[in-house]
């Protein structure tokens, strides 16, 4: 994939995740910016998935509880 496309990607990401209740903007771009541009994606996708699978779309609402279920859920498998 050419890289105006992984840019154009990780934008379109970034909006869907951030929202005002959550710190995702500053830490993207505090922690993860820098880093290769498919680390970002997938940090970017993860993030967006985990907010789908368990209806919050807030990180300070994700609890490590939440991560655990999905661990053992079939959803993992």
């Known amino acids: 994939m050419e890289p105006q496309k992984w840019i154009f990607l990780t934008k379109s990401l970034l909006r869907e995740i951030i929202t005002d ?3 995702i903007r500053e830490y993207y771009l505090t922690k993860v910016k820098h880093r290769k ?6 940090y970017l996708v993860c993030l967006k998935n985990l907010f789908a699978i368990t209806g919050k779309n807030n990180e300070k609402l994700l609890v490590k509880a939440d991560i655990l279920n999905l661990l053992e859920s079939e959803w993992f498998d």
Do not use: E, G, H
């Open 21 to 23: 209740k959550n710190n």
């Open 37 to 42: 541009i498919k680390t970002r994606i997938n």
